[in-house]
């Protein structure tokens, strides 16, 4: 592989994440800030390396017997493919060659975020885990398979009646045996629909309108086999694609924050996150998510 492609730095490490292989651990926690990792790893029963590069950050420990990192990705679907691919490349590559490993291993991606819900019922400083993900970013149709065709995805781009300059939304689903301890832990499960940005692409507008072609209402009112949309996000649908198609196990939990029905806002945003946090390296140490 040349040299252009897997991107090495002087120490051996990882081009953007700084690290090399025995700096992280096959459990990884992800957070989008990473001013939100030290409040994850406080949770540790120790912490083995830490580092820090732009906004990638990595802490690596112990919960209980169990070797876990967490570190954050920065916003959106295209950090995700960064901090994604290179976290499989220290796992399944040999760096120095770019060959793949014989033996490939398997990580566990735990997305611990934030949210907005677009359901009336749903409670502010409630926890959701996304049993699938509709990506209305771009990041997954550079990758095969083509995750376009699944029914949900084509359904809800004939019911937004979407114009032709914008994507065409794809579908995929966490992993299930993950999503089941989450809803054992009392969780509820949803779909989330992940969007390239905050703003127009959610629908929300500050001084320049947006021009999105369909309402808020028309994701509320959707309903597929009983399946319906829950809450927006900017990285889940990443996480989820690239996980399936490297052959790796995910889940998305969001902290909702936001009620965009009712037009609310949490009051308790840093309770919420550390509740949130605390809720799943707790079950990790209880056995959860293996």
Same mark, same amino acid.
């Given at each position: ?74 916003? +959106? %679907? ?7 691919? @290179? =976290? !499989?490349? &220290?796992?399944?590559? *040999?760096?120095?060659? $770019? ?13 611990? +975020? %934030? ?7 749903? @409670? =502010? !400083?409630? &926890?959701?885990?996304? *049993?699938?993900?509709? $990506? ?155």
């Amino acid at each position: 592989m040349n040299n252009s492609e897997l991107i090495l730095n002087d120490d051996g490490s990882i081009y953007h994440l700084g690290i090399r292989p025995e700096h992280c651990a096959p459990l990884i926690i992800t957070v989008g800030d990473p001013d939100r990792v030290p409040i994850v790893s406080q949770f540790f029963d120790r912490i083995d390396f830490t580092n820090r590069k732009r906004e990638i950050c990595i802490h690596t420990g112990v919960l209980k017997n169990r070797s876990v990192s967490v570190i954050s990705t920065g916003m +959106g %679907t295209d950090n995700i493919d960064i901090v994604f691919n @290179e =976290l !499989d490349a &220290l796992f399944n590559l *040999e760096l120095n060659t $770019g060959k793949p490993l014989k033996s490939p291993t398997p990580l566990t991606f735990i997305r611990l +975020g %934030t949210s907005g819900t677009i359901q009336a019922n749903i @409670e =502010l !400083d409630s &926890l959701i885990v996304a *049993e699938a993900a509709i $990506g209305f970013d771009n990041l997954m149709h550079y990758y095969e398979p083509s995750m376009c065709e699944h029914p949900i995805a084509v359904s809800l781009h004939s019911k937004l009646e979407m114009s032709k300059n914008l994507n065409h939304p794809y579908y995929v689903k966490g992993d299930p045996a993950l999503v089941n301890d989450c809803l054992k832990l009392g969780m509820s499960k949803g779909i989330i629909v992940t969007n390239p940005g905050f703003y127009a692409p959610q629908g929300r507008y500050l001084r320049i309108k947006n021009i999105l072609p369909y309402a808020l209402n028309e994701f509320l009112h959707f309903n597929y086999k009983n399946a319906i949309i829950t809450n927006f996000d900017m990285e889940t649908s990443g996480i989820y694609g690239l996980s399936h198609v490297m052959g790796h196990r995910a889940i998305s939990i969001s902290a909702i924050l936001a009620n965009r029905f009712h037009g609310t806002f949490s009051k308790q945003t840093d309770k919420t996150v550390f509740n949130m946090i605390e809720q799943v390296t707790t079950a990790i140490k209880n056995g959860f998510f293996l």
